[in-house]
């Protein structure tokens, strides 16, 4: 395990008061920091990007995921968004009211929703996704690449794992 004076805070807190119990504190520093992380990454991105643009992150990724995907089902949507479905019905009427995407009923099956972008919600997206990607590199450009490669393989590993248990238990 690293030594003391590489834990963060939160770590040597943790370990000062659960210490003494039989638990996995390495899986622990793994799983903690990947959440912490995750979460000052997103508000980071929050603050310094999308704020401008007054968009919530979620609504960021939704605007983000029709463009790469293209138009979806408000279902498959919100799974690739990794939200409710509840959440994506507002987080869409938000974005709609917004005229950056637009709902419609399924050819087939009219109560399927499809949801697609307009032409102002791929403007936008097109406009702050390169400073977006600028960030990223900004936060990330302390690593080498060679530590980046190996981060995003490490994340993809758990990703598959969670996912796969995921996949079994539904």
């Known amino acids: 395990m690293v030594g003391d004076d590489e834990l963060l805070p939160a770590e040597r807190k943790v370990q000062e008061a659960l210490g003494d119990l039989p638990l996995d504190f390495r899986a622990m520093a793994v799983v903690s920091n990947l959440f912490r992380s ?3 990454i997103r508000r980071h991105m929050e ?3 999308l704020a401008s643009d007054r968009l919530s992150w979620t609504s960021f990724v939704v605007l983000w995921v029709l463009w790469v995907w293209g138009d979806l089902e408000a279902r498959e949507l919100a799974a690739a968004v990794g939200i ?6 507002g987080v869409v ?10 709902r419609r009923r399924g050819a087939s099956d ?3 929703v499809i949801v697609s972008l307009t032409v102002a919600g791929r403007r936008t997206i097109e406009h702050l996704f390169p400073r977006f990607n600028a960030e990223e590199v900004a936060v990330t450009d302390h690593l080498t690449t060679d530590e980046q490669d190996a981060l995003a393989a490490m994340l993809r590993s758990m990703l598959r794992r969670v996912g796969a248990e995921d996949k079994a238990g539904s």
């Open 38 to 40: 995750s979460a000052a």
């Open 47 to 49: 603050a310094k990007i």
């Open 84 to 89: 409710s479905r509840p959440t994506g019905t």
């Open 93 to 102: 009427k938000t974005l709609e009211a917004r005229d950056y995407v637009r």
């Open 110 to 112: 009219g109560r399927m």
